[in-house]
């Protein structure tokens, strides 16, 4: 097998891990009764909101990639559960903002808790090429946010129908 053949299957299979990682991480669920289980695309959203705690939903939509019309339904759950708040924009009375909520704050940083004691454990706690790791895995998440298209949302349904 060449080289190149080589690593596009070793970069297959890191997408593989990512992903298998990413559903048994969602699959634990959380062993604080005080947590709110949230969809992955209820997580991409709370995730935005920790370092924008109050943005218009088009910024949101854009920056997370979901279409505008799918991120009503999510922001309705999550105001729900109580997470996030949508209040009218003091700029444009007819625009909303949604604001963190301190429950959607709390929430998330139980959750990395959660999430933290749950991947170190499954590695035995072995920090010896953590740093690396995450170094590499922030070039890609930055590279594939970097590369997504603009119409990522109608894209991807055309290719599920």
């Known amino acids: 097998m060449k080289k190149a053949a080589k690593d596009i299957e070793r970069w297959a299979r890191l997408a593989d891990l990512v992903l298998i990682i990413a559903r048994e991480i969602q699959f634990r669920g959380y062993s604080d009764?005080?947590?709110?289980?949230?969809?992955?695309?209820?997580?991409?959203?709370?995730?935005y909101l920790q370092s924008h705690p109050?943005?218009?939903?088009?910024?949101?939509?854009?920056?997370v990639g979901i279409q505008r019309t799918n991120l009503?339904?999510?922001l309705?759950?999550?105001?729900?559960?109580?997470?996030?708040?949508?209040?009218?924009?003091?700029d444009d009375r007819r625009g909303v903002m949604v604001h963190l909520t301190e429950r959607g704050s709390g929430?998330?940083?139980?959750?990395?808790r959660?999430?933290?004691t749950a991947v170190s454990m499954a590695a035995e706690n072995d920090t010896s090429s953590l740093d690396r790791t995450?170094?590499?895995l922030g070039k890609i998440?930055?590279?594939l946010a970097e590369m997504r298209p603009r119409s990522a949302g109608r894209d991807m349904l055309k290719a599920e129908n």
Not at 54 to 63: D, E, G
Not at 78 to 89: A, I, P
Not at 107 to 112: C, F, S
């Open 33 to 47: 009764d005080r947590a709110v289980p949230l969809t992955a695309s209820e997580g991409m959203v709370m995730r």
């Open 134 to 136: 995450l170094g590499l």
């Open 76 to 90: 309705r759950g999550l105001e729900s559960k109580g997470l996030l708040t949508r209040r009218t924009s003091p």
């Open 114 to 116: 959660e999430w933290a």
């Open 141 to 143: 998440q930055a590279g």
């Open 72 to 74: 009503s339904t999510l």
């Open 54 to 63: 109050v943005a218009a939903p088009n910024q949101i939509a854009s920056t």
């Open 107 to 112: 929430n998330y940083a139980l959750a990395r």
